[in-house]
Every structure is written in C-alpha cells, then in structure tokens.
C-alpha cells in the first residue's frame, strides 16, 4: 500500500466514523440545553408568581401585577415547546407520562398548560379591575389549578433535595 492510499483510508474511515458519531452527539446536546433551558423557564414562572405575591401582599403596582400575569399567560403556550420526547433523566423531574406511547405529548399534560394559560389571563382581567382582595383570591386559584395541579401529576421528586 502507498503512503496516499492509506492516507486516503484513514480519512474515510475518519469521516465514516464521523458521520456516525455526530448526530448522536448534536441530538444530545440539543437535549442537555433543552433541558438546562427549560429549567431557567421554570424558574422564571415561579420568580413572575412570586413578584405577584410581593406585590398584592403590599398593595404595590397594578401594572406590574398585570405585567406579571400576562408573561405567565404568554409562557403556558411556549411552555409546550420544551417538552421533546426524550427530555428525561438526569437532574430532570419531569416525569415519563408527559408523553404518550409515541412520544407525543399527552392530551391531558397538554390540558395542564391549557388550564394554566386561561387562570393566568383571569388573573390579568381581574387585576385590571384593581380589587386586591379579588386578584388575591384569583391568584390562589391560578397557583393551585395553573401551577400545583401538574406538577402534582407531572414533576417527580426532588433528587438533589435529599
Ligand atoms: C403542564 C405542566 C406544568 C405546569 C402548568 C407548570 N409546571 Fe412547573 N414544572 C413542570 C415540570 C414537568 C417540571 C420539571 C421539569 C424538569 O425538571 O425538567 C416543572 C418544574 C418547575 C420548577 C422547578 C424548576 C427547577 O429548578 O428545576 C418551578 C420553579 C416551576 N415548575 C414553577 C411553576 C409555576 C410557578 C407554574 C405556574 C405558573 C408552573 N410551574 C406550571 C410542569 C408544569
């Protein structure tokens, strides 16, 4: 065998290896910065609810009650976007029937995110009208039907807590 010929083997085996390597790689690292993603996202849900509950505590800015509500709102759609079959493991507490056999998102995970966006925007309606004690009141219904009720059926437990 001469010197280029075993040159050129090496090189299509490199590149044969390479062909095979690499969508797996690229497919694993759009799945870590999904999921890294997606946890920012969450955060940012609960930090916008949390700003709601500063702000009604203390009678402080409608606007930016409503401000907060309609992210919210905004976020149950998008929501639905971060939740590719296979974004599972790890640090992850998203649970396995938040897909269907073919890994398609369940009908009822996706009526989860659908309850979610409608409190929110009762939310914002309501705080439009000024009435602290009524956002107060839509502000429990929405934490218990628009947050709590899917991560009851949907997120599991905490790994890092224990
Ligand atoms: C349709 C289902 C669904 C709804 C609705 C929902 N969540 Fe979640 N949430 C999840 C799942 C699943 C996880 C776990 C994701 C993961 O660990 O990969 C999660 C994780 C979180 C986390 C933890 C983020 C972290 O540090 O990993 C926070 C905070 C959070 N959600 C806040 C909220 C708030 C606030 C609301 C309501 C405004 C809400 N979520 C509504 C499904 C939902």
């Known amino acids: 065998m001469n010197i280029r010929r075993s040159a050129l083997s090496v090189l299509s085996v490199a590149v044969l290896v390479g062909a095979v390597i690499y969508p797996t790689v690229a497919a694993d690292k759009d799945r870590a910065s999904t999921m890294a993603y997606r946890q ?12 709601i509950k500063l702000l009604l505590k203390n009678k402080l800015s409608l ?27 790890g640090k992850s507490r998203a649970m396995g029937d938040i897909w269907d056999k073919d890994g398609k998102i369940s009908t ?52 890092e807590a224990k």
């Open 108 to 159: 009822e995970f996706t009526a989860k995110a659908i309850d979610m966006r409608k409190e929110a925007a009762a939310l914002a309606e309501v705080a439009r009208g000024g009435n602290y004690k009524k956002i107060k009141k839509q502000m429990g219904r929405f934490a218990n039907k628009g947050c709590r009720s899917c991560h009851t059926d949907y997120r599991g437990e905490d790994i």
């Open 40 to 51: 920012i996202f969450m955060e940012t849900k609960g930090k916008h609810a949390k700003a």
């Open 63 to 89: 606007r930016h009650i409503i401000t907060h509500a309609e992210a919210l709102e905004a976020m149950a759609d998008d929501m639905l976007l971060l939740f590719p079959a296979g974004t599972i493991g």
